[in-house]
């Protein structure tokens, strides 16, 4: 079935550190790729989105490319603030079918 | 602010009790999604409604139950509750049926503890 795998947490980064989580996804359709944030005490936020092949999706400073030959969707950037602690959920869409990931927490410090 | 309302959004009981959460969807969309959300787990779907007609079923316990109602809000019953029914429900809505390319919107979640 269609299905979403994410990188294992715990991340914790330095301020300003490179940030990538990986995420890859199986799917018989061809899915809309989301990545929604969950800051602490708080409900899901969509973050970024893309919808076909070759898309980038891009928001605060955060992106991700859907790439269809590799079925992933790495989220990436370049530079992060204590701000951006939180739980990273990677998520595709088929029909009316929405699958998430299991989650990644990431940690920045000052 | 996602435009979904979630109530309570605090709960303790004790085992054995029932509870209803309610959900009252974005203005105008169509589809009710519920998720639980344990400590340290991901989110598990639970259960869709589209215009008050069940559309998908996931991993939800015969113990718990939904509806949604002319209206468009949602109630999530859960009976004879267990110390593992703990967790955060998260209610979800949608405009779309059938396009893959909308995102959900999320309300801020209804906490559940059983003691």
């Known amino acids: 079935g269609d299905s979403v795998t994410q990188m294992e947490g715990p991340v914790t980064l330095s301020e300003e550190a490179f940030l990538t989580i990986n995420c890859t996804y199986t799917?018989?359709?061809?899915?809309?790729l989301f990545w929604y944030v969950q800051y602490p005490g708080e409900g899901l936020q969509l973050l970024l989105k893309?919808?076909?092949?070759?898309d980038k999706g891009s928001n605060k400073g955060f992106e991700a490319t859907y790439r269809k030959e590799t079925t992933s969707f790495h989220l990436e950037k370049g530079s992060v603030q204590v701000s951006d602690s939180a739980v990273y959920f990677c998520?595709?869409?088929?029909?009316?079918?929405?699958?998430f990931g299991a989650g990644t927490r990431l940690t920045v410090k000052p | 602010d996602s435009g979904v309302t979630q109530t309570p959004k605090h709960l303790i009981t004790a085992t054995g009790q029932r509870v209803t959460l309610r959900c009252s969807p974005r203005?105008?969309?169509?589809?009710v999604y519920w998720y639980q959300q344990s400590l340290d787990q991901g989110l598990q779907f639970l259960i869709q409604?589209?215009?008050?007609?069940?559309?998908a079923k996931g991993n939800i316990l015969e113990r718990f139950s939904a509806q949604q109602f002319p209206d468009l809000h949602s109630e999530l019953n859960l009976s004879s509750l267990e110390l593992g029914d703990s967790a955060l429900y998260f209610c979800?809505?949608?405009?779309?049926?059938?396009?893959?390319?909308?995102?959900?919107?999320f309300g801020e979640g209804s906490r559940l503890t059983v003691l």
């Open positions: 409604y589209y215009n008050g007609e069940e559309r």
């Open positions: 979800a809505s949608s405009a779309y049926r059938g396009v893959n390319t909308g995102e959900l919107f």
């Open positions: 203005s105008g969309d169509l589809s």
């Open positions: 893309a919808t076909k092949a070759d």
């Open positions: 799917a018989t359709g061809y899915p809309s």
């Open positions: 998520a595709l869409r088929v029909n009316n079918d929405m699958r």
